[in-house]
């Protein structure tokens, strides 16, 4: 059974960094595009940032762009979104999914596999 699993996150001070790690098994998603979603509470599932299957092609959300990078390793079947200079209003749950499209897709509907998420919190 395919499954995503989400790490790296934890409590931060605003200006500091995290390195999230998406960790896919029971299949290879090496041909699969791979996204980063997050949830603040009371709010709806947001796109972050995504990266084509072979890990030329990102897009990134406006709000983080220059700020975050997302990375795969098809060797490790592992995807990671490093987060620098992190602000309050990044305070979510973080999600990792994959996509069959083989397109980057912000869209949450184009994601067919997803982690069970991974809080983050940045303190002002």
């Known amino acids: 059974q395919a499954q995503l699993v989400e790490s790296g996150g934890g409590l931060v001070q605003a200006g500091g960094s995290l390195r999230l790690s998406c960790a896919a098994s029971?299949?290879?998603?090496?041909?699969?595009?791979m996204g980063w979603f997050r949830q603040a509470p009371g709010k709806e599932r947001e796109f972050v940032a995504t990266?084509?299957?072979?890990?030329?092609?990102?897009y990134y959300a406006e709000s983080v762009k220059g700020r975050f990078t997302i990375s795969r390793d098809n060797a490790k079947n592992t995807v990671y979104l490093q987060m620098n200079s992190l602000k309050p209003e990044d305070t979510a749950v973080y999600y990792c999914?994959?996509?069959?499209?083989?397109?980057?897709?912000?869209?949450?509907?184009?994601?067919?596999?997803w982690g069970q998420g991974t809080q983050v919190t940045v303190s002002s």
């Open positions: 029971g299949r290879t998603f090496s041909s699969y595009a």
């Open positions: 990266i084509y299957w072979s890990g030329g092609s990102t």
């Open positions: 999914a994959a996509s069959n499209l083989r397109i980057l897709s912000t869209r949450v509907r184009s994601y067919d596999y």
